[in-house]
């Protein structure tokens, strides 16, 4: 096994540790991978996420479902596919035996920008699913369905016609594959071309400076752009598989800034002057991680999501504190009212208030 810190190779399959929630935070349980492996390939090393590359069959299957991209192939990108998936699409079809890996490679976010930037609908061939090797349990096919089917929720919600199809019939029982067995080579040599383009898109943005988004959901989010402007609402009052919403309870947080510190996506982040929190639904990917280590709980999940602040990374104040000094220990504290009395002097005195008593009172 290579240094679980770096860069972890099964020949052309790799894990990079250091961009993993699981690593990157230790009381995270993110198992994704480790439940989709039909080999098992994916083990827990001392509480860190490890890839043992002897048991990794480079199948892909994996891949999109990582929300960090912490794992890549490198003869196919999703997200280089997805990006310029309308230059060439002559045959909008997505088939393992074609195009593509297994279509495991594929999130949510993948299908809806192709179906958002392309002309028409594009169709995933899944007949092969049911009797792949892979899917052990079904459970591979019915983690693509359920991409599928939650990519085409959403196409709904906005009322874009295009939608993502499926072909359920096997080939030898499907007459249309005939016809676009020609266009199939087309689009094969062209990805071919292209190969080096799409691998080198992810690899360049996994390598820029402070780079934290997942490039799958930056595609995303510049795809809505083109289409937020004729949307009859951008806001809505439900939850979303795909976009998740936050809020802190006033009184019960202590500004500790650990839930600006320890998310992955910088969604949340500290005012100029470090005495509030700002949260930008387009950058948060729902890993829980500000939720589980704010120790009073003051932080949520809230309903609803507006597009035009996802698309355009608007950020929404969530708390702000007067900064004041408190009488008893001479130290600044966020102040929520009542006596400038920081908690910790006040849980203090009402812990320990035996101490304070005076002889003459006993």
């Known amino acids: 096994m290579g240094n679980m810190n770096f860069v ?44 043992f590359e002897n048991e990794c069959i480079e199948c892909a299957g994996c891949i999109g479902s990582c929300p960090t991209e912490a794992l890549e192939i490198e003869s196919f990108d999703p997200n280089g596919f997805a990006a310029s998936f309308t230059h060439h699409a002559e045959v909008p079809i997505l088939s393992c035996k074609v195009t593509t ?16 930037r392309g002309e ?4 995933c061939d899944l007949s092969h699913c049911a009797g ?31 939608r993502i199809e499926v072909i359920d019939i096997k080939e030898e029982q499907n007459p249309r594959r005939a016809l676009f067995r020609k266009g199939f080579e087309k689009v094969k040599e062209s990805l071919a071309d292209e190969s080096i383009a799409h691998v080198s898109m992810t690899s360049a943005h996994h390598k820029l400076p402070d780079m934290k988004m997942p490039l799958k959901r930056i595609l995303l989010k510049n795809s809505l752009k083109e289409i937020v402007g004729g949307l009859e609402t951008s806001a809505f009052e439900e939850n979303s598989p795909l976009f998740f919403n936050k809020q802190i309870d ?113």
């Open 8 to 51: 972890q190779k099964s020949n052309l399959f790799s894990f990079t540790a250091t961009r993993c929630l699981r690593n990157e935070y230790f009381h995270n349980d993110c198992r994704i991978c480790i439940d989709m492996c039909p080999k098992g390939a994916f083990h827990i090393v001392r509480n860190k996420l490890t890839l």
């Open 101 to 116: 890996p297994c279509l495991g490679v594929f999130d949510t976010e993948h299908y809806a920008v192709m179906a958002l």
């Open 250 to 362: 006033f009184q019960g947080c202590t500004n500790c800034g650990d839930c600006t510190q320890f998310c992955p996506t910088d969604a949340l982040f500290a005012t100029s002057d470090k005495q509030g929190i700002y949260f930008s639904q387009g950058k948060c990917i729902g890993c829980g991680i500000c939720e589980d280590i704010c120790k009073p709980n003051a932080i949520s999940a809230k309903e609803g999501y507006d597009l035009v602040s996802i698309a355009y990374d608007r950020a929404e104040q969530l708390v702000h504190y007067e900064m004041v000094t408190c009488h008893e220990c001479r130290c600044p504290f966020p102040y929520k009212g009542g006596e400038p009395i920081c908690d910790r002097c006040e849980s203090y005195t009402k812990q320990f208030s035996t101490m304070f008593t005076m002889a003459k009172d006993l």
């Open 132 to 162: 792949c090797v892979l899917n052990e349990n079904a459970q591979l096919e019915g983690i693509i369905r359920s991409k599928i089917e939650t990519t085409n929720q959403f196409l709904e919600r906005l009322n874009v016609t295009h």
């Open 120 to 123: 028409k609908s594009v169709t």
